[in-house]
């Protein structure tokens, strides 16, 4: 039996995405008062304006663990790789840590140093290399070689919400001062950090689209690129910031679209939109 791979839902996959053969995905939690919603299994209420009711929180070892165990007997005991959210933004990579020292050491946990698709790709690399045999220590090592080939810049709408999440990382100084301010965040490699800063919302996608090339310029020769679009509540911007990636980097180029999801909506705040990029290395180029 092939070696399965469990990811969270904030990696993005979903529809097709998340019907991947040998994949498992465990949901975070929406609490809305004393309500509590499964991200991607329960309808989460819209979020009223300024409302202070919504919060997040991990799944917990128990669910996790129950997860893992499940899915390591569907491995037939060949084993499980987990990749999370980044434990610098989520407390789920440490429930997953201990959830899979109960289960013994065939569960593997890979601390994916991003969030949203740059998650969700390199999972989906690793369900490739499961599907063709590969064991697992070699589906650990690919998820953990894409996770770190893995990054994503975001456009941030409004910095109240993530502010109040306490997600700002090395951004902390700026965001605090100049909460009227849109910027561009950079996460992989477990940061959050300030790209840059702007006054005029209509000129932020395409000095996003600028930075995501920028970094891909700096590759060696040889570099392709697969990238998703997310966004939450901002469907027009995901648009654009498509066409924009389409303009620079051709027609060719791999495009994911969806949204951030309910969990990381909830900290970026409406209006946020993003790139998310997975770099490997190819004959063919970008």
């Known amino acids: 039996m092939p070696v399965i791979v469990v990811t969270d839902s904030t990696a993005g996959l979903r529809g097709e995405l998340a019907g991947a053969s040998g994949l498992r995905i465990v949901p975070l939690h929406v609490l809305v008062g004393a309500e509590d919603y499964r991200e991607g299994v329960d309808d989460v209420p819209p979020r009223a304006p300024k409302s202070d009711d919504y919060t997040s929180a991990g799944p917990s070892p128990g669910e996790l663990e129950q997860v893992y165990a499940e899915a390591l007997d569907a491995s037939g005991g060949d084993g499980v790789v987990a990749v999370h959210l980044s434990k610098a933004l989520s407390g789920t990579w440490d429930a997953a840590r201990q959830a899979a020292h109960r289960v013994g050491p065939r569960v593997r946990v890979v601390d994916s140093g991003g969030a949203g698709m740059t998650v969700g790709m390199p999972v989906l690399e690793a369900v490739r290399a499961a599907a063709g045999g590969a064991s697992l220590d070699e589906v650990y090592d690919t998820a953990a070689a894409a996770c770190a080939r893995a990054f994503g810049v975001v456009y941030i709408h409004r910095l109240d919400d993530l502010r109040k999440g306490g997600r700002v990382g090395g951004a902390a100084m700026f965001v605090s001062s100049a909460l009227s301010v849109r910027v561009l965040l950079r996460i992989g ?98």
């Open 189 to 286: 490699g477990g940061t959050l950090e300030l790209r840059d800063k702007l006054r005029i919302p209509s000129k932020g996608m395409r000095k996003l689209v600028d930075h995501v090339v920028a970094e891909l310029d700096a590759q060696p020769d040889g570099v392709r690129a697969e990238l998703a679009v997310q966004h939450w509540e901002a469907p027009d911007r995901a648009e654009t910031l498509e066409q924009l990636l389409r303009e620079r980097l051709g027609d060719e180029v791999t495009v994911h679209r969806g949204e951030f999801g309910p969990v990381l909506g909830l900290h970026l705040g409406a209006g946020a939109a993003g790139v998310s990029v997975l770099t490997a290395v190819g004959a063919d180029g970008r």
